[in-house]
Structure formats: C-alpha cells, structure tokens
C-alpha cells in the first residue's frame, strides 16, 4: 500500500552535509500497525515526512499503491494528504484561538469534505471522550485532552493511514495508554498505522518494529 523505496534525504548545511535518510526501503501492507524506533536524530521525523508526502527524498521513491506521490503535481499530493493522511505529532498543534469542535472542523476541510460536518464532528468526538469540552478553548484542557483533540482532527475525516509521530512522548503512562487505545481501535477498524516512538512497551502495541539507525533501516 505505501511503500519507501531507496529514499535518501540529505541536508545541506553550513558546516557539511547531513545524511538524514540512507536508502531507506519500507513496505507498509494496507492494516498494518508498524512501530518505527531509534535514537534521537536517526532520521525517523524525516521517514515518516517523506511517507506523507511532506518531504521530497533527494534519492528514490515513496510509492502509494503503486504510483509514485513525488511524481504527482503539488495539487494532487496534498489532496491525498488531506483526504487519506492522518497526522498525529508529539506536540499537538492545535489552533490556539479555536474551540475543541472548531479544531477537530480543521480537519475536515483539509479533506475537503464539508466543513461544518457536524454530525461526523460530534461522533468522533464522543470517541476520544471529549463531549463535554467541545466549546473549551485547548487552553483549558489538560495534556491528555490535547492530545486526544489532535487525534480527533486527524481521525475527523477517516484517513486509512495514520502517521504519528512520537504521539505520547508529552504524555503521562496513563494518558499516553488512553491515546494508544485510541489509536488501537482505529487499527482494528483496518486503518494503517505507522508510528514512531521511543517507549518499548508503545512498540509492543504494533505488529511490527523497524529500527533506525544513523538513516539505515532494519526490519524485524
Ligand atoms: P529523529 O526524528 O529520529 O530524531 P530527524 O529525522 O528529525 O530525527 O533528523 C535526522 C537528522 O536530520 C538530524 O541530524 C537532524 O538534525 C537532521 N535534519 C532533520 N530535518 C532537517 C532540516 N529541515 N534541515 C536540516 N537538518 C535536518
Ligand atoms: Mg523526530
């Protein structure tokens, strides 16, 4: 389904280069929930940019059922992006000056689809648990909310992949499991989920792990 195919990434600096992906090859099968892993700086932000669609690889392909996304116009890759990418980050991102229900709205109209959907708004929302704080500012939430409310952007529009990266790396043990179990039934739903962190036991949570080391991936 979404495929790394030889991908390098190299970043030109001042003081040299910097190799941040080294013909890094990845398949990714539609369902799957891969954990990606690796010491800071290994390159894992830059992969899964690249498998987004976020970040043109100086070498190789990404590949989405067999077409190649950097080979599409602008248009059209953040078109796919915004119908069928979800994408959760450690830090949430959310709209400061926008309600709970105005963020989450967010989402939507990336993909496109209506903008004041409010019934697939408040449906996703009742999910992740967060009714009742629909009109608070992200302000007025605690961390774990936050977190879910982002979730619940990226979820808004049913994308059949989530990209997260590091999605419970600001989180407590406890919230952070409320956010996994989210992400646990969004993968039984038959979503494909790749997702980066640093904590084994999340890893465990997935089929499958992949390791990064210094821009080399190794499968296991
Ligand atoms: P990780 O997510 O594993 O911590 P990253 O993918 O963010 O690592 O970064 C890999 C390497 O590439 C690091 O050395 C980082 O400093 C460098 N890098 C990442 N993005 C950029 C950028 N936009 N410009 C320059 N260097 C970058
Ligand atoms: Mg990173």
């Given amino acids: 389904m979404l495929k790394a195919a030889s991908v390098s990434r190299i970043f030109k600096r001042k003081h040299g280069t910097v190799k ?24 894992k932000s830059t992969l899964l940019l690249a498998l987004g669609g976020m970040s043109h690889p100086d070498e190789g392909a990404v590949m989405w ?7 599409w116009k602008i248009t059209k890759r953040s078109q ?17 000056y926008l309600t709970v229900f105005e963020n989450v709205s967010v989402g939507l109209s990336l993909a496109n689809k209506e903008l004041t959907s409010t019934q697939s ?11 009742d704080r ?15 409310v982002a979730l619940a952007r990226a979820l808004v ?6 990209l997260a990266d590091e999605p419970t790396g600001n989180l407590d043990p406890d919230t ?41 991936l190794t499968c296991s």
């Fill in 121 to 131: 708004i408040e449906s996703i929302l009742e999910e992740v648990d967060l009714t």
């Fill in 157 to 162: 529009k049913k994308p059949r992949l989530i």
């Fill in 20 to 43: 941040a992906l080294d013909k890094a090859s990845l398949e990714i099968k539609e369902g799957e929930f891969v954990a990606i892993v690796g010491p800071s700086g290994s390159g």
């Fill in 176 to 216: 952070g499991k409320e956010v996994m179990h989210i992400i646990q039934l969004q993968h039984a739903a038959g979503t494909t989920v790749v997702m980066i962190t640093h904590d084994p036991n999340i890893a465990k949570l997935a089929q499958r792990t992949v390791k990064i080391v210094d821009g080399n």
């Fill in 65 to 71: 059922q067999n077409q190649s996304i950097y080979d």
């Fill in 134 to 148: 629909k009109d608070h500012l992200p302000s007025e939430l605690s961390i774990g909310q936050q977190q879910r």
């Fill in 80 to 96: 796919w992006r915004g119908s069928s990418v979800g994408f959760v980050f450690q830090s949430f991102n959310l709209v400061p």
